[in-house]
Structure formats: C-alpha cells, structure tokens
C-alpha cells in the first residue's frame, strides 16, 4: 500500500488505501495516510501535508484531516521540534545551526525552529563539540597540525558548529595533547 490512489481499468487498485476505503472517501485515504505515516515515526505537519498531497488528497479535505489530528494531539510541531533537537544533537553532535536547518527541512515554522534549539544549552553544546574532537583527534595522529586543525575544524564545521568555537575547541584539544599550536593558523578560517 503505497498510499497513492492508482487507477486499474476498472477504477482503484485492489490493495491500495483508495481501493480499501468506502468509495469516493478521500477523508478515509488521507486518515489512512496520515495513520501510516506516523505510525511509522513522528513527522511534521508539513510533512504529513506533502504525503496528502502526493496522494491525490483534495486541499479541503487534507487541511480537515490535518486539523483534526493537531486538534487531538497526533501531530504537534513543537513537540516534534524538541525531540528532534534533543535527539540529533545528542545522537549525531549536530550544533544549533544544523539542527535549525533540518527542521526548516522539513516545514516546521521559524519561531518553533526557534524555540526548539533555544532549549540547547550552549555550554552543552561545547561539551558535545569537546568529545566529538576527542573521538575522532586519535585517527589524525602523524598528520601536521595544521591538517589536523583542518580536518576537524572541519568536522565541527559540516555538524553546524560556529567557525570560532570551532577553532577554540580543536586548538585547545591539540595543546592538551602536546601540538605546537602557536604555530597554527588564526580564527580566521581564510587563513587555513
């Protein structure tokens, strides 16, 4: 069941949610949709609205459907937020401008992006970026310094991490490790 409304000869496809509806219910396949999909794993109301509309579900009918399940709670864009904030972060180390990006990703508002990665506290933030730079720090022994501080410099960089913390934290990695680091270059990353 893919969701989508396909059409034999005959009308629907037997088997898809289309078929398996009351005749002429697109409320029912958006219903069946949404239930799916969520059952699956938490998702967006912007999200859930693509899936409706990929499926052939009217605007009316998908905004109806939408409501009713924001209304009794099944989908909630700021819990959603929060949860993904708190989860990516502390699964992947992503920093509060990658995980603004995901969310933006995937259509929540920008004042619950915003209240959502306000929530990450900075000072965990640097935590996160000290032991992704200490797990990955041992792989890039027997390279200069200066490829070092690019490469994970680089690390932080690609997991949303602000240029300046970013340096500060892998400078201060490789000093506590013995690397000449008055050597390296600046915070100013034009200069690596």
Not at 94 to 106: G, I, N, S, V, Y
Not at 131 to 160: F, I, N
């Amino acid at each position: 069941m893919t969701g989508r409304r396909r059409r034999g000869p005959a009308g629907p496809v037997p088997g898809t949610l289309a078929a398996d509806g009351p005749p002429g219910d697109p409320e029912f396949v958006a219903r069946e949709i949404c239930l799916r999909l969520l059952t699956a794993a938490p998702r967006t109301r912007a999200q859930l609205a693509d899936a409706l509309r990929r499926g052939d579900v009217p605007d009316e009918v998908a905004e109806r459907v939408l409501g009713r399940f924001s209304d009794v709670g099944l989908i909630d864009d700021a819990a959603f937020a929060q949860a993904w904030v708190q989860s990516r972060h502390l699964g992947r180390g992503l920093a509060r401008r990658a995980l603004a990006a995901e969310l933006r990703r995937r259509g929540v508002a920008e004042d619950t992006v915003d209240e959502a990665v306000e929530t990450l506290d900075p000072d965990q933030e640097e935590r996160t970026a000290r032991e992704l730079v200490d797990r990955r720090l041992p792989g890039t022994q027997g390279l200069d310094s200066a490829k070092r501080m690019r490469r994970l410099v680089g690390l932080l960089a690609r997991k949303g991490y602000s240029p300046n913390l970013a340096y500060r934290v892998v400078k201060e990695a490789l000093a506590d490790e013995g690397a000449k680091v008055d050597d390296l270059p600046g915070a100013d990353p034009t200069e690596w």
